[in-house]
């Protein structure tokens, strides 16, 4: 059993940072893949990226070059989503999940545990 808590989001101007933390509980979370996904309203759950249990990291191409995925394996047991450059598009609900035979980082179906999400929002 895994429990996931997003935190850091918020209202930032185009161009700006948010760094989004997902604390987890029940395992340490190098012993699993995190994947974080965004929903925009009206719109289907979206991958954006993913750290797989050996630490390698896999992004979606709009979030490449702007958004970096770390990992905490000590005492706070956190996954972090730092997000540069933000555009009123990344404007979502972003959630963290965990898996723990993952094939396909980019699956929603392949992940077992959520958490309730964090709103971004960006504004232009």
């Known amino acids: 059993q895994v429990q996931l808590v997003e935190s850091g989001g918020g209202l930032v101007q185009a161009g700006g940072s948010l760094r989004l933390s997902c604390a987890a509980s029940?395992?340490?979370?190098?012993?699993?893949?995190t994947g974080w996904f965004r929903q925009a309203a009206g719109k289907e759950r979206e991958f954006v990226g993913a750290?797989?249990?050996?630490?390698?990291?896999?992004y979606t191409d709009s979030a490449k070059g702007r958004f970096t995925i770390s990992r905490d394996n000590t005492k706070r047991n956190a996954v972090y989503l730092q997000m540069n450059i933000l555009q009123p598009e990344d404007t979502a609900i972003y959630y963290c999940?965990?898996?723990?035979?993952?094939?396909?980082?980019?699956?929603?179906?392949?992940?077992?545990?959520w958490g309730q999400g964090t709103q971004v929002t960006v504004s232009s």
């Open positions: 029940g395992r340490t979370v190098s012993t699993y893949a």
């Open positions: 999940a965990a898996a723990f035979a993952l094939r396909n980082p980019s699956n929603k179906n392949e992940y077992t545990y």
């Open positions: 750290v797989k249990r050996n630490g390698e990291t896999a």
